[in-house]
């Protein structure tokens, strides 16, 4: 069963017209606090402080669900560090794996590139192909593996992304075509308020991811 992208616009909106002022609060805290570190950790901030991204994950999770969170909620996921770093480590090496497939491809296209030159574009292309696209679709795979270790923190690492994983199963394309239309409905947003949209457009999409998620395990749920 396909998951309703105007039900989930419409619910992240509504929550976003709700709670706009604590929203944009947290994501100016989190943002701000990740790109101080990252000034200071070339640019390592997003990794070590992952805990602090599902926080922020969790507090929006939380009143999509109907909560009333207090804003330093952000910051409980700490409490289970090492899950949410390992995870999310094991989840972008996964989906950064297909790109070693370009290593001989590439290296084909340097030596046919000095005599053959549009032999060379065409390996290039087929490299690209062959490396993001399967990045794309495992990343998607792994979509989930946040929500699942906020929603049960002794969740093992490898399970909480097989979790996802099967979680994810059917809905790859659909997540794929979700962000587009974010995309789409972003860029004029942004460009057209001089980037004060994005006021607007980054909590909303916290909103809409959350909305996501928690209609894909209702779902799952009734499946069973």
């Known amino acids: 069963m396909n998951i309703s992208f105007g039900a989930l616009f419409k619910l992240a909106n509504q929550k976003l017209s709700r709670n706009y002022w604590r929203s944009l609060l947290v994501v100016l805290i989190t943002a701000g606090i990740i790109q101080g570190v990252n000034q200071l950790s070339f640019g390592l901030g997003t990794f070590f402080l992952m805990p602090l991204v599902a926080g922020e994950l969790?507090?929006?999770?939380?009143?999509?669900?109907?909560?009333?969170?207090e804003i330093d909620v952000i910051f409980n996921p700490?409490?289970?560090?090492?899950p949410l770093v390992g995870a999310n480590f094991l989840a972008s090496f996964f989906s950064m794996l297909p790109m070693l497939l370009a290593v001989p491809l590439g290296i084909a296209a340097v030596l046919l590139g000095i005599t053959q030159y549009y032999i060379a574009a065409a390996v290039l292309?087929?490299?690209?192909?062959?490396?993001?696209?399967p990045c794309i679709v495992i990343s998607l795979?792994?979509?989930?593996?946040?929500?699942?270790?906020?929603?049960?923190?002794?969740?093992?690492m490898m399970d909480a992304l097989s979790r996802s994983r099967a979680l994810m199963k059917n809905h790859k394309l659909e997540l794929f075509g979700f962000n587009l239309l974010l995309m789409l409905i972003g860029i004029p947003v942004v460009f057209l308020t001089c980037g004060l949209g994005l006021l607007w457009y980054l909590p909303f999409c916290s909103y809409f991811s959350a909305a996501y998620y928690d209609a894909l395990v209702l779902q799952n749920s009734q499946r069973e």
């Open 78 to 82: 700490f409490s289970n560090y090492w």
């Open 125 to 133: 292309a087929v490299a690209a192909l062959l490396c993001w696209i």
């Open 58 to 69: 969790w507090y929006f999770l939380l009143i999509v669900r109907g909560g009333d969170p």
């Open 141 to 156: 795979s792994f979509f989930a593996v946040n929500y699942i270790l906020l929603d049960s923190p002794s969740t093992p």
